[in-house]
């Protein structure tokens, strides 16, 4: 089994829709939960960081994390074309609090 | 303030030749990363460096592969006798002193292998 599992897609939706990206994970000392943005041969873009379990919020992008299943989720409202990408999950401890694990990455595609 | 820059943005080796890539940290960062990435698949730790030390190099293949971050200059990342299957796109990340989870990415390195 994987450290961290992501469904690899390609998920396709239309403009406007809310999307939900997850991740799941198995090691419970996990504490640091970070969301990536890569366009297509681009850097990974840092889009949400969240320490810990619960909400965070910024803009139309949402983090939860619920650490009692292992689950990370990422939602997006009003989804633009321009957030088509492929978004990864990364987890991180505070034992080796700088080697993220990383998933392989969710492919979105948002249709005009 | 500049982001964490990476040149060259692509490079072509011949097998047997040396790449050599190159990474400097966004200012006041203290603390490189070198992932690996191929087609399709998420990003693998290669090494952690700081200035003039490696402090982690578990992900780093025994032979051919080695990382500097030298007290001046960017972080280098040389592959000797580079094989077909080095191909891949190399990535170079910086955090500043004592958030290292908060990594930012370069744009990579893409080399390919003929």
């Known amino acids: 089994q994987k450290e961290v599992e992501q469904d690899p897609g390609p998920l396709s939706v239309p403009e406007g829709a809310i999307v939900s990206l997850n991740c799941t994970y198995s090691n419970s000392a996990f504490q640091y939960f970070m969301w990536y943005r890569q366009y297509s041969r681009k850097g990974p873009e840092l889009l949400m960081y969240?320490?810990s379990s619960g909400n965070k919020e910024d803009g139309r992008f949402t983090a939860q994390v619920d650490k009692s299943s292992k689950y990370i989720s990422l939602f997006i409202r009003d989804s633009q074309p321009s957030d088509s990408a492929t978004y990864l999950c990364?987890?991180?401890?505070?034992?080796?609090?700088?080697?993220?694990?990383w998933g392989a990455g969710t492919k979105l595609i948002i249709k005009p | 303030n500049a982001g964490v820059m990476q040149n060259p943005r692509h490079l072509v080796r011949r097998r047997g030749q040396e790449a050599r890539l190159r990474c400097s940290p966004m200012k006041g960062h203290s603390h490189v990363y070198w992932y690996r990435q191929l087609p399709e698949e998420g990003l693998k730790f290669m090494v952690y460096l700081q200035k003039e030390n490696i402090i982690d190099e578990s992900g780093m293949p025994k032979e051919r592969f080695s990382a500097e971050f030298p007290k001046e200059g960017p972080s280098i990342l040389r592959i000797q006798q580079v094989v077909r299957g080095d191909s891949a796109a190399y990535f170079c990340?910086?955090?500043?002193?004592?958030?290292?989870?908060?990594?930012?990415f370069g744009a990579g390195t893409r080399l390919s292998v003929l």
């Open positions: 990340a910086s955090s500043p002193p004592g958030t290292k989870n908060i990594q930012y």
């Open positions: 990364a987890v991180g401890s505070m034992d080796s609090n700088y080697q993220l694990i």
């Open positions: 969240t320490y």
